[in-house]
């Protein structure tokens, strides 16, 4: 089956640049998704198709696709992105979708 | 406005079952598919599958195959995912989620928390 690998933690202060990363093999071939998830709360879908934001996601939320490894990057990070991060795709061969296991972004 | 309305907690004895509702409003029921992930606590989201409220066609992640139920009601604009021979490992905070396009989900419910104890 196929298997997203994510780093557990990420630590950034504010105002600088988080990127989270979302290993797969030949991800770049796939769709990437990502979804922020803040403590007690449901997850949102802040990035999909590898590139887009939905309406009402800041410009700062970004992403990028290629090869093995896919990336979320969060710009001027503010104390209120702190929360955790999945990545997902949907894997054709298996007709499954599959998550990462979730990047923790604190912020210092 | 677009959302999705879970029902309420359920403890479980092992063995048992459980059915947990989701219950749609705000868009056309039958255009999006309804995705169902669990997260236990701690740990991260695990795909369950997926159903599509138009023609009842159902997809499961072969971890709950034989076990897992997903069905809908298109008169209550309702899915409903029946989890069967409960376990300890599966305590966990299930949602429904809908499907935007091209598997992601872009509306999710507040989540129905399933305790499995004796």
């Known amino acids: 089956s196929y298997v997203l690998t994510q780093p557990p933690s990420e630590s950034v202060a504010p105002g600088q640049t988080a990127r989270i990363s979302c290993g797969g093999h030949?991800?770049?071939?796939?769709?990437v998704h990502w979804y922020q998830q803040k403590a007690g709360q449901a997850p949102v879908l802040v990035v999909y198709n590898d590139v887009d934001r939905p309406s009402g996601i800041p410009e700062r939320f970004s992403g990028s696709n290629s090869g093995d490894t896919a990336t979320l990057t969060i710009g001027r990070v503010e104390g209120g992105d702190e929360a955790d991060y999945f990545c997902q795709v949907w894997d054709r061969s298996t007709d499954h979708v599959v998550f990462g296991g979730g990047t923790k972004l604190t912020v210092l | 406005q677009v959302q999705l309305v879970q029902s309420g907690a359920e403890v479980k004895n092992p063995g048992a079952s459980v059915k947990v509702s989701c219950k749609a409003s705000?868009?056309?029921?039958?255009?999006?598919?309804i995705h169902w992930v669990r997260q236990a606590p701690g740990q991260g989201l695990e795909w369950m599958g997926i159903i599509n409220p138009s023609g009842g066609r159902t997809t499961y992640a072969q971890k709950f195959q034989g076990r897992v139920t997903m069905t809908r009601d298109m008169s209550t604009s309702s899915v409903y995912m029946e989890l069967s021979s409960l376990k300890s490992e599966d305590t966990a905070l299930y949602y429904c989620?809908?499907?935007?396009?091209?598997?992601?989900?872009?509306?999710w419910g507040k989540g129905t928390t399933v305790t499995v104890s004796s």
């Open positions: 705000g868009y056309t029921f039958t255009s999006y598919y």
């Open positions: 030949n991800i770049g071939s796939k769709k």
């Open positions: 989620a809908r499907d935007r396009v091209n598997y992601n989900m872009d509306v």
